[in-house]
């Protein structure tokens, strides 16, 4: 961050306005923490925009608040921790706006049981999150013998109606991004990344079969201008087919919709003690150790319990066998990490059939965080005043000591231990 008021680099040796510019480091970190949180909320609108949906009160707010982090617009630390917060009640409505924006264009996601084994035959699998180049491309494929075949984020698009009519979408490859490099090259077929969730740099071995479209890009792909597919067909149709291999079927499509279709047995299920609790155990996964404690955790969550999840976090257990509670399966997958909406019109709902708060639920969040969008979805659920968030595996880099005690108090947000002991402290069993 560069000093305007003393022409040197904030906090340096030459800096002399400490506590009015960037050496202040609680401020600083109400900065990144705002810059990360906008990054998120732009991802959102962009792909609703690409759907035909905009919202001027979110364009708005993106100009007001990064103005705020120009020069000495405001370093007001009150103000600017009403700033960010303000940011998680603009990335609410602008996942409300995406969600509207996906329904409208390819139906209400309806729960579904996704292959994850392969077809024999060419194949393109897709990564990402942009449902929209997902349908473009199985439009396009449609009666070339092509199998399309999701990837991570992209596993939630199985669900929508509109999509899940194109036979040829044959099942979900692979898990979270962080696992590309081996998945990607033991995929014999093209790769399509429709959003920047790559690993940097890609393998050779796949780096020629590898097209990016959109905003994503990477050095020695092949990067398409547009949604015309007819190169990255040709690609595929020039490649080893892929080989007729078993797999195990996953469940995802689980939209609020869906969920509250269930609402009536879930309530009743509660009432007569089957149900205990609801644990959300989901967010952004990464290589980084100590994620395995999500897993850990899920396995350990006792069986009169039932699991939400979303975004890639899932991939750390949502291929085990959870069974089910009378009809309601032990774990529910909302959808890709923006589907936080989703969870949240469930919690709502849940709240209203109770006559309580949603801090007064059964209910508990635990969140893997580690990119852009992860952070905008906890700014959010902080705006919506949810207490006892459980986040890891560390706290955010860029979160102050002083503003993360802040958010301790306010929130009671809690860093995640171990899952022996967060388990006895929620169930108190």
């Not at 700033?83 to 139906?107: I, P, W």
């Not at 080893?240 to 291999?245: D, K, R, V």
């Not at 879930?266 to 959300?280: A, D, P, Q």
């Not at 897993?295 to 009169?304: C, H, I, R, Y």
Request: glycine share 10%; net charge neutral.
């Amino acid at each position: 961050m560069f000093c305007y008021q003393c022409e040197q680099t904030a906090g340096g040796t030459g800096c002399t306005k400490s506590g009015v510019c960037g050496k202040n480091e609680d401020i600083q970190s109400l900065q990144d923490t705002l810059l990360y949180g906008l990054k998120g909320i732009a991802a959102y609108a962009y792909h609703a925009r690409q759907l035909g949906a905009h919202n001027e009160e979110v364009d708005a707010f993106m100009h007001e608040a990064l103005f705020k982090t120009v020069t000495n617009v405001s370093f007001d630390l009150n103000q600017y921790l009403g700033l960010v917060l303000k940011s998680g009640e603009v990335n609410y409505k602008t996942m409300e706006m995406l969600d509207k924006a996906h329904t409208q264009r390819f139906g209400n996601p309806i729960p579904v049981a996704v292959e994850t084994g392969t077809k024999a035959g060419p194949a393109i699998l897709v990564t990402g999150h942009d449902l929209l180049d997902l349908y473009e491309l199985l439009k396009q494929t449609e009666g070339t013998g092509i199998n399309i075949y999701t990837h991570s984020e992209m596993l939630p698009a199985h669900g929508y109606p509109e999509l899940k009519k194109f036979k040829h979408l044959a099942g979900n490859y692979g898990g979270a991004w962080q696992e590309q490099k081996k998945e990607f090259n033991a995929f014999s077929g093209a790769i399509l990344a429709t959003t920047n969730c790559v690993l940097i740099p890609p393998e050779d071995s796949y780096l020629d079969r590898l097209f990016t479209i959109g905003i994503t890009g990477m050095p020695g792909a092949t990067h398409l201008p547009s949604r015309d597919f007819t190169s990255l067909i040709k690609k595929a149709k020039s490649l080893p087919s892929l080989p007729e291999t078993p797999g195990k079927k996953i469940w995802t499509g689980f939209h609020h919709t869906a969920i509250l279709g269930l609402a009536d047995k879930i309530v009743g299920l509660v009432e007569s003690g089957k149900i205990k609790h609801f644990f959300l155990i989901g967010g952004c996964d990464g290589a980084k150790p100590g994620r395995n404690y999500y897993t850990e955790l899920a396995e350990k969550v006792p069986q009169d319990c039932v699991i939400l999840t979303l975004a890639c976090g899932k991939y750390r257990f949502n291929k085990l066998d959870f069974g089910d509670i009378e009809g309601v399966p032990r774990l529910i997958d909302i959808g890709q990490c923006n589907n936080a909406y989703s969870a949240i019109q469930v919690a709502v709902a849940l709240s209203k059939a109770f006559s309580c708060g949603v801090n007064d639920l059964p209910l508990t969040l635990v969140l893997s965080w580690f990119e852009q969008k992860a952070v905008a979805i906890l700014l959010t659920l902080l705006y919506l005043n949810i207490k006892g968030i459980y986040i890891g595996p560390t706290p955010p880099a860029f979160i102050s000591k002083n503003v993360f005690g802040v958010l301790q108090e306010k929130f009671d947000l809690r860093l995640i231990s171990t899952p022996d002991d967060d388990l006895k402290k929620i169930l108190k069993r």
